[in-house]
């Protein structure tokens, strides 16, 4: 069974701080997203990495696939209350048929 | 691009009674979508993979008799939670795939649902 692990699974922090949420597996995804979710509403894509090494950044937000294209980070530089929400990882199988969610990391960035 | 909607987005209901929620996607023909629950403060569980046109694959643990799936066109699928108790209360979302894009999942906003 494929497991997607992300951590931390809850982040609170002080405007203008940076921070980085991981997703590890011990197995390969042919691509791999990130989405946001704000309360009461559904997941944001926000990105998609799809080559190992891959760096894609998205204002302040920057993405990275890892070489063996197993794991994942996504940093924050200079939070902002904005910022608030879940942050989803998502793995999608060599095949392409699945795909495989993270737990999430509940980011909470007070004023 | 990729736009998903549900129907409705809230719905307040009786223990016993049935609901049915829509999913469609607006701007894209989707040949996948995808229902998940959403327990408070916690990931999304996937409950059904449906393919347009034919029966949906129930993930384990997702009774098929009671969480019914159609997705009869293109651009729509339902869900309907039948004889429905307070414990299926619950956020429910739905997702699509446009594979002529690629292998990402959009979503809808989701439906809320209480059972009284």
């Known amino acids: 069974t494929q497991l997607l692990e992300q951590s931390p699974q809850f982040l609170s922090i002080q405007e203008g701080e940076n921070l980085t949420v991981y997703c590890n597996s011990s197995?390969?995804?042919?691509?791999l997203q990130w989405y946001r979710q704000e309360p009461g509403e559904g997941p944001v894509l926000l990105v998609t990495v799809v080559t190992g090494g891959e760096v894609k950044k998205l204002k302040r937000l920057t993405f990275q696939f890892g070489d063996a294209r197993k794991d994942s980070s996504l940093h924050i530089t200079a939070a902002q209350p904005g910022d608030t929400g879940l942050y989803l990882c998502?793995?999608?199988?060599?095949?392409?048929?699945?795909?495989?969610f993270g737990a999430g990391t509940r980011l909470f960035v007070k004023a | 691009g990729a736009v998903v909607s549900q129907h409705p987005s809230w719905v307040i209901c009786k223990s016993g009674t049935s609901v049915k929620i829509e999913c469609r996607s607006l701007d894209f023909q989707a040949t996948t979508m995808f229902w998940y629950r959403q327990f408070p403060k916690q990931s999304l569980m996937l409950m059904a993979t449906s393919n347009e046109g034919s029966k949906a694959t129930y993930e384990q643990g997702v009774e098929k008799d009671k969480f019914l799936i159609n997705h009869a066109s293109l651009t729509l699928s339902t869900l309907t939670v039948t004889s429905a108790h307070p414990e299926d209360s619950s956020f429910y979302i739905c997702?699509?795939?446009?594979?002529?894009?690629?292998?990402?999942?959009?979503f809808g906003p989701g439906t809320r649902l209480t059972v009284t």
């Open positions: 997702s699509a795939n446009d594979w002529d894009r690629g292998y990402e999942q959009y």
């Open positions: 998502a793995g999608v199988n060599t095949g392409g048929f699945k795909t495989i």
């Open positions: 197995s390969v995804f042919s691509s």
